[in-house]
């Protein structure tokens, strides 16, 4: 059984940085990962990814040079790295996983989501 569990979000002043880790159980079955977000009325939507077998990272133009998305092979672990934050990166944030290890940006390709982390910028 696939769980995806998230941590360590949180609040923090525009330029501070954060980081959220997804741990993952069921690995064996999960060879892509990704991070969404969800701001407040909004949809949901992609922020990050990397496959699990060739580590080919992948990231929306809004965080490209700000966030940085790596593995920990031994951990079953996903981050995302938070640099530079700013009040519209405010949104829960949500891992997931899918089947093949090809990342996806739409919501609808992942079947295995964690719970979601809240980040807070503010100005």
């Known amino acids: 059984q696939v769980q995806l569990v998230e941590s360590g979000g949180g609040s923090v002043q525009a330029g501070g940085s954060l980081r959220v880790t997804c741990a993952l159980s069921?690995?064996?079955?999960?060879?892509?990962m990704a991070w969404f977000r969800q701001p407040p009325g909004q949809e949901r939507e992609f922020v990050a990814g990397v496959s699990w077998d060739n580590f080919w990272t992948f990231y929306a133009d809004s965080v490209k040079g700000r966030f940085t998305i790596s593995k920990d092979d031994a951990k079953n672990t996903v981050y995302l790295q938070m640099n530079n934050l700013q009040p519209e990166d405010t949104a829960v944030y949500y891992c997931a996983g899918r089947r093949v290890s090809v990342v996806a940006r739409e919501v609808g390709y992942y079947g295995y989501w964690g719970q979601g982390t809240q980040v807070t910028v503010s100005s």
């Open positions: 069921g690995r064996t079955i999960v060879h892509a």
